[in-house]
């Protein structure tokens, strides 16, 4: 039902009053449709969501790596805590200006972080995690430790490219140096030259980053014929071991940061392998269908389609796209993503879009559609972006919002929530809501370049 002219006036008014205040603004209905966006009051509303998730974490997980926010409890990843809620929500916190927050998370992380833990640890996770975090925090708030830590850290997953390729193995133990897992993602191998990269560049120590591009140079030499890459690759052999090829997860932040480490370092090597990456890419995967623009599924070595499916993961894709220079796609992508948002009200993991069926209706907190409203809103400045952003961080508070914190969706039709809180709801999906809605003085998008957790890197600007 449409609201009457005066219902509407009555609800701008109000929600224009509450913008002055400084409280929890956790919605509890979702937006009028046509309402225009109070920039200040949806700022402020991802500043208190932040707060009341960060207060959960020190109620219940505090020492810990995340918040279990049903059971009010927590979870480590491994055998010791690595504080990744804190890690990753520290350089949100800075742009917050929360600054009581920051210097307890501060005060955590140098009194207990320590790497020198026998596990084998995810090779990516802790790069754009951990690694990214500490190297972000270090920019921005200048404490010279978190350069220690991340150093310390990036010279314990070195091991990690020691492979007849030089690509890395799936996990590397910070205390032994011994790896394992042969058969790697593309977006694992992928998704680490921005955090090694800067690593070498604040430390002098070139290591970083030739091992990382190394590695994602060897990558891309294994695309196939038509330029595509696969899922998963033996390290050791350089052989494909599952030659699906997509914008998903197993390969998204393998483009990603095909774009981000050209538009960073000013490598133009790295131009060079993304121009001829995407071109294959929206040559084979992209998909224009009654439904809208899609990037599907697709043989890396035939570019036969064999899947339309996309989920919450894809939803990136429009901001690389428009970070690559191509608004066009990136504008048609971005309505598809909305559209898959609204088809239940939440996204879901995945669906099928040449019927619109929910495949798998679960939603883990992912920041990735607001990432690209953030992206296509400073590109274009059309406040649809701004309504869709909106829209979608609305539905965030209103069905995914605990007493104390924050839950996953088991199923977004039903709603119903499931007992995780990822770090990565501070490090992204808080941080690109806030973006999304804040002045742009808030961080000056030209000089930085995020990593896919969404830690921000100062560019080499000459």
Known sequence: MKRSFSRLFIYVFIAGIMAGFSLDCNAQALPADNAPVNRPLWANKAKQAFLHAWNGYKKYAWGHDQLKPLSHSYYDWYSRSLLMTPVDAFDTMKLMHLNKQAAEAKKLIFSKLSFDVDSYVSTFEITIRMLGGLLSSYELDHDKRFLDLARDLGNRMLPAFDTPTGMPYEYVNLKTGQTKGDVNSSAEIGTLILEFGTLSKLTHDPVYYNKAKKALVALYNHRSSIGLVGTTINVKTGKWVNTDSHVSGGIDSYYEYLVKAWKLFGDRQFKTMYD???????????????????????????????????????????????????????????????????????????????????????????????????????????????????????????????????????????????????????????????????????????????????????????
């Not at 701004?386 to 609305?394: E, P, S, V």
């Not at 501070?426 to 809501?433: I, L, P, Q, R, S």
Request: aromatic residues 14%; glycine residues 6%.
């Open 276 to 462: 001829n990456t995407i071109q294959a890419v929206n040559k084979y995967v992209a998909d224009s269908v009654s439904t809208g623009l899609w990037y599907g599924h697709v043989d890396m070595n035939t570019g036969k389609r064999t899947a339309t499916h996309f989920g919450a993961l894809d939803a990136y894709f429009p901001a690389v796209l428009a970070l690559g220079g191509d608004l066009h796609r990136a504008e048609l992508l971005e309505a598809s993503c909305y559209k898959m948002w609204m088809v239940a009200g939440v996204e879901p993991e995945q669906l099928d879009y040449s019927d619109m069926k929910i495949i798998n209706p679960s939603y883990a907190l992912r920041p990735e559609n607001l990432e690209s409203a953030y992206y296509l809103y400073h590109y274009t400045k059309n406040p649809i972006y701004l309504k869709r952003g909106r829209d979608m961080f609305a539905s965030i508070l209103k069905y995914c919002r605990t007493d104390d914190g924050y839950a996953g969706l088991k199923d977004v039709r039903t709603k119903t929530q499931e007992d995780y809180m990822e770090s990565f709801l501070f490090a992204e999906t808080f941080k690109y809501a806030y973006l999304l809605f804040s002045p742009p003085s808030t961080l000056d998008f030209n000089k930085i370049i995020f990593n896919t957790e969404a830690h921000p890197y100062l560019r080499n600007l000459k």
